[in-house]
C-alpha cells in the first residue's frame, strides 16, 4: 500500500512540483505521517511546512502566467522527478521502504508529468484558453496530495 501511495504522491510532484511536498510537510506536522525517528523527521518541523508552502503558492501563481515553460522542459522536468522521489522516499520512510518510496515516487512524477501535460492540453483547447485548465490542475493536486497523506495515516 504505501508504494502506491508514493507513485500517487509522485504523480501529483508531476501535475505541481511543490505541492506534493507541501502536502507531505503537512502531513508531518499534522501527525499524519508518523515520521519521527526517520530521516525524514525534518518534514515536520513548522519551517519545512511554511518553506514548501510558500514555494507551493508561488508555483499556482507563476503557472499562470504566459511566460511559463513547459513541465517537459529537461530543468522542469528533472525537478519533478527529483520532488517526486523525495516525497516518495518520505512516505515510505514511515514503513521501513525509504528506497522502494523513492522508486515509485519517481516513476509517479513521470507519469503526473507527461499524463498531466497531455490533460491540461486538452483542458486549455475546451475551455479556449489556459487559466482554467491550471485551476482544475491545481485543484486536483491540492486535494489529491493531501487525500494521500491522509491516507498514510
Known sequence: MLYILALLIGV?????????????AWGAYLGWLP???????FMS?????????????????????PSTPSRKVPQQFGARIILGAFT????????????GGLIAGAIGAVIGTYGGAEVRGRLA???GKDPPAAFI????AIIGGLLIVAAVA
Open 45 to 65: 518541523h513548522w519551517a519545512a511546512v511554511g518553506i514548501f508552502t510558500i514555494l507551493a503558492i508561488v508555483e499556482l501563481v507563476t503557472d499562470q502566467l
Open 88 to 99: 516518495g522516499a518520505v512516505i515510505g520512510a514511515t514503513g521501513g521502504a525509504t528506497i
Open 12 to 24: 501529483i510532484a508531476g501535475l505541481r512540483a511543490m505541492t506534493a511536498p507541501a502536502a507531505v
Open 137 to 140: 490542475e491545481d485543484a486536483v
Open 35 to 41: 515520521v519521527a525517528g526517520t530521516w525524514a523527521s
Open 125 to 127: 483547447a475546451a475551455f
